[in-house]
Nanobody, 121 residues
Framework: QVQLVESGGGLVQAGGSLRLSCEVS????????MAWYRQAQGKERELVAV???????NYVDFVKGRFTIFRDNAKKMVYLQMNGLKPEDTAVYYC???????????????WGQGTQVTVSS
């Protein structure tokens, strides 16, 4: 099995920064795309940022210039550096990875349990 464990959430004032981390463990042959999603209360889960294995990144418009996604393939970790946080960034943030567990199988999608980020005004 594959496990994703996030950390780094918390309470921060508007304009502040947080860094989220996600560690992937278990039976892993390769990790392809790694991403962060978020879900605010009463809203649907939405994509925040994604990074491919070689390091190509994509961000949704509302975080461009404020958030940075990066990964450490050797450590099997993905990070989300969040600067200039706004109250509307308040949500549970989820790590998402596409993982192959052996050479013969196609990739499967895995989710972490989520970490709460709260931004006060």
């Amino acid at each position: 099995q594959v496990q994703l464990v996030e950390s780094g959430g918390g309470l921060v004032q508007a304009g502040g920064s947080l860094r989220l981390s996600c560690e992937v463990s278990g039976r892993i042959f390769s990790i392809n795309d790694m991403a962060w999603y978020r879900q605010a209360q009463g809203k649907e889960r939405e994509l925040v940022a994604v990074i491919t294995r070689p390091g190509t990144t994509n961000y949704v418009d509302f975080v461009k210039g404020r958030f940075t996604i990066f990964r450490d393939n050797a450590k099997k970790m993905v990070y989300l550096q969040m600067n200039g946080l706004k109250p509307e960034d308040t949500a549970v943030y989820y790590c998402n990875c596409k993982v192959r567990t052996n050479w013969a199988t196609s990739e499967s999608e895995y989710w972490g349990q989520g970490t709460q980020v709260t931004v006060s005004s």
